[in-house]
């Protein structure tokens, strides 16, 4: 709940998820990494996080296989984090943003990565009105992926917006409507892909 400061250090094996014949003989990596995360409170309501870390681990990218070394000018093994948490008593409006990237040779144990550098950022506001009947919720979200480990140049983004009004009082039914229309954005070689999908 309070203000904190952390290091981690981490190292052990990974088991490897990836096909192709190169591939086919591997069991597991060797991943190590650091990390430090710190969380700082703004006012009492509100706070904001941030997180970087480093990995060392093969590059999957070539074969056979060598261990990379830890480089701090090397964005390929590096990862961040960045969340801001406001919440204001007196209009009871709450905002929730982050920011995230993982580089496309980054490893850890606590997720899967696929081997591509990974862009994601959100940011969603809620407002309540008369005294918490009505409540508004609008959200924007993006995400980015690139594989590298086909013949094609192949990257894609995604785009949602959330919009969600909902009203709830006494002796009425419970009333919610939302507007969620989504694009992506999707890169084959040097063609062009666009779905929009709407709920």
């Known amino acids: 709940e309070k203000n904190y400061f952390i290091i981690s250090a981490y190292k052990g094996q990974k088991q490897l998820y990836a096909s192709g014949n190169n591939y086919a003989s591997l069991n597991n990596i060797n991943v190590a990494g650091l990390a430090a995360e ?3 409170r703004l006012t009492n309501t509100s706070f904001i996080n941030l997180e ?3 990995s060392v681990s093969p590059d999957l990218k070539k074969y056979p296989l060598t261990q990379k070394k830890l480089s701090l000018t090397d964005r390929t093994n590096l990862a961040y984090f960045g969340r801001l948490y406001v919440f204001l008593p007196k209009t009871k409006t709450k905002f929730d943003g982050s920011y995230k990237f993982l580089g496309q ?6 997720n899967f990565q696929p081997n591509a550098s990974v862009n994601f950022w959100s940011a969603k506001i809620d407002q309540p009105f008369f005294k918490r009947k009505l409540n508004i919720s609008a959200a924007l979200k993006t995400n980015e992926y690139a594989n590298d480990l086909i013949p ?3 990257n894609t983004k995604v785009f949602t917006k959330n919009f969600k009004a909902s ?3 006494k002796h009425f039914p419970y009333i919610s ?5 989504m694009s992506q954005l999707t890169y084959i070689g040097n063609v ?3 779905n929009i999908f709407q709920s």
């Open 177 to 181: 409507v939302g507007y969620v229309p």
């Open 52 to 54: 970087v870390s480093k």
């Open 105 to 110: 040779d980054y490893q850890s144990f606590s």
């Open 192 to 194: 062009l892909t666009e």
């Open 38 to 40: 710190m969380r700082y």
């Open 167 to 169: 009203f709830r009082t």
């Open 152 to 154: 094609q140049r192949y």
